[in-house]
């Protein structure tokens, strides 16, 4: 990840560890219960995808998670929350142990989400696009009775081409919003951005859900990013022609998902906010975390239950959680 000094754009680094944990282990690395660790931080989007996808799908006893520290330090993340400073499970006090264990010669950056090989204390993959999907089609023996399909066959070109779409122009056009550092690349990211949501907003007037009838792994790729916008995209990144909670439709998808259990129930405010105001420091140098927004209007009724869809399909929820209880 960097800023291009010709353009000010910010750039994605792209994923280094790309092994593929499969049902039938054809990378080395089968897909087993018990065997791996989910570690995220829930401060960030891609990370909190896994969380989704792993509570509606029901593996998680079949995948353990760890929970880094919201606020990274020089050496990155860190499992600071737990006893001792370690992760409990792999005993380690800093992710990039297990980068390091996979390739002692690493010296790229070190990102959530990241699955760890537990025997061998070894990342296995930090490949978050890929992670979500294959939760969904490799690790099916393990999934619970009524678990969704969330990546259904048929409709896996619709599910793509608007992944493509989300991805550029609303998941990775925040961060280049806010990460921008001449006003041209600023400009650009917030117009794909708004221009993307409106286009996202008359989709979703009339049908609950953004493929088919059901939940997908599009709308949980939709939903990490507008769940996080009016606490801290809005203002921290400069999103701000208006807040998700402005526009109707959009504000009241969202707490639809948001209400649904899987969603909300993954959703930390305090690490979101905490994380974003306070590591980077470039755009806000005296690290202030503002209390607002209000949160509480995403319990508030959405009334999308009167449009067509059926979340879970032919599937059933996953038990609430407590909120807070996670995970
Ligand atoms: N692995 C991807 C996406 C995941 C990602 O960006 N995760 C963030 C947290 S939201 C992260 O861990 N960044 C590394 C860092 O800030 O040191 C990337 O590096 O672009």
Redesign the pocket.
């Known amino acids: ?1 960097g800023i291009d000094s010709e353009t000010g754009e910010y750039v ?2 792209p ?1 280094r560890f790309d092994d593929r944990i499969t049902a039938d282990g054809r990378d080395g690395w089968p897909a087993e219960p018990g065997r791996y660790r989910l570690v995220v ?1 829930k ?5 909190s995808r896994a969380l989704v996808v792993r509570r509606l799908l029901g593996l998680e006893d079949a995948i353990s998670v760890a929970v880094a520290d919201p606020i ?1 330090d020089e050496q ?2 860190r499992f600071t929350l737990d006893p001792d400073d370690r992760d409990p499970v792999l005993g380690i006090r800093y992710l990039h142990e297990a980068y390091h264990a996979a390739d002692p010669g690493y010296d790229g ?4 989400p990241a699955i760890v090989d537990i025997p061998s204390g070894k990342l296995v993959t ?1 490949d ?1 696009p890929r992670i979500t999907l294959d939760m969904s089609t490799e690790w099916t023996a393990y999934h619970r009775e009524g678990a969704p399909d969330l990546y259904p066959e048929a409709r896996r070109d619709e599910i793509d081409e608007l992944n493509r779409g989300v991805h550029a122009d609303v998941n990775a056009a925040v961060y280049e919003a806010g990460f921008a550092t001449r006003q041209s690349a600023y400009d650009d990211a917030y117009r794909r951005l708004f221009a993307k949501l409106d286009e996202l907003s008359a989709r979703l007037e009339k049908q609950r859900y953004l493929v088919g009838d059901t939940i997908t792994e599009a709308d949980i790729r939709l939903f990490t990013t507008l769940v996080r916008f009016d606490a801290v995209y809005h203002g921290h990144f400069k999103c701000n022609r208006n807040k998700l909670s402005e526009m109707p439709v959009l504000w009241a998808y969202t707490r639809d998902l948001y209400q649904t259990p899987g969603f909300g129930d993954t959703v930390d405010f305090d690490h979101i906010k905490r994380h974003y105001y306070q590591v980077h420091e470039n755009i806000n140098p005296a690290r202030i975390v503002p209390l607002g927004p209000d949160l509480s209007g995403f319990d508030a009724p959405h009334g999308r239950e009167a449009l067509p869809g059926r979340p879970f399909g032919d599937g059933t929820p996953p038990g609430r959680h407590e909120r807070g209880g996670f995970p």
């Open positions: 990840m994605r680094a994923n931080s401060a960030c989007p891609w990370a990274q990155s993340w950056g070190i990102s959530v930090n978050y």
